[in-house]
């Protein structure tokens, strides 16, 4: 856990940020070795991957910057505080969102490192850039990120306008065995609910204890059962492919 007061947050998100960073990974991945580099225009920043033996292979997103993380003033820096950020721009809404539901965290413009962060600071950032594109899906509903290293032990978090294909229920169901593998999930009832609200599909109960429900859309569906404490205990799919 990075910071304790986003982590309800980044919970929630949890299954619709790991599907979004699945489709990230799965088009970065077809360009073989890449390269990645930003570029600051003046119509607007984008973050280019780049095939390392082609370079007319590439995949062009728009990157809006969320935060940096940095171990020099070990703080978080919030976009609309960033001299290089927007005061309106996608890091506006968890400012409102703090403000309106007393998170401080969210609504001070920059945020001290807890204590625990000592351990292994390399580490924690890394977690840390990775709660925050989590929180930015919650709020806004925005992914894939990237947590880009900018030097000196720095990570800055983009959230990124990327050429990727919407998530239907039918993609989400072939890589979320293997995602519910590493995806620490507090409340998996509650990630799965997130999943289909985020993603734009419809769910329903199966029951009022809450022990079942059925995402669907226009690929597919698929009915999630749970247990007492509500873990996913098994996933049955209807899907179109």
Known sequence: ???????????????????????????????????????DAPGGRTLTFVATADSSRRLVTRAHLVATIAPGP????????????????????????????GIADLAQPEVPFPPEADADLDDWIADAA???????????????????????????????DAPLPPPTVTDAMIVLPR??????????????????????????WSDEAFSGAVVRDASGSATFRFDAQARITGIDATLAR
């Open 74 to 101: 070990r703080s978080l820096l919030w976009a609309w505080a960033h001299p290089q950020g927007d005061p309106d721009g996608v890091a506006a809404p968890l400012r409102d969102y703090g403000a309106q539901h």
């Open 130 to 160: 990775h709660q925050i594109g989590a929180v930015v899906a919650e709020i806004t509903g925005r992914a894939p990120y990237y947590s880009a290293p900018v030097g000196g032990g720095t990570r800055a978090v983009f959230v990124l």
């Open 1 to 39: 856990m990075a910071f304790a007061s986003l982590q309800p947050l980044a919970d929630r998100a949890a299954l619709f940020a790991a599907v979004r960073q699945e489709a990230l990974v799965t088009a970065t991945d077809a360009l073989g070795d890449y390269r990645w580099g930003v570029d």
């Open 179 to 204: 995602l519910l593998q590493s995806v620490h999930l507090s409340d998996a009832r509650g990630a799965v609910w997130d999943l289909a609200r985020l993603a734009g599909w419809h769910l329903e």
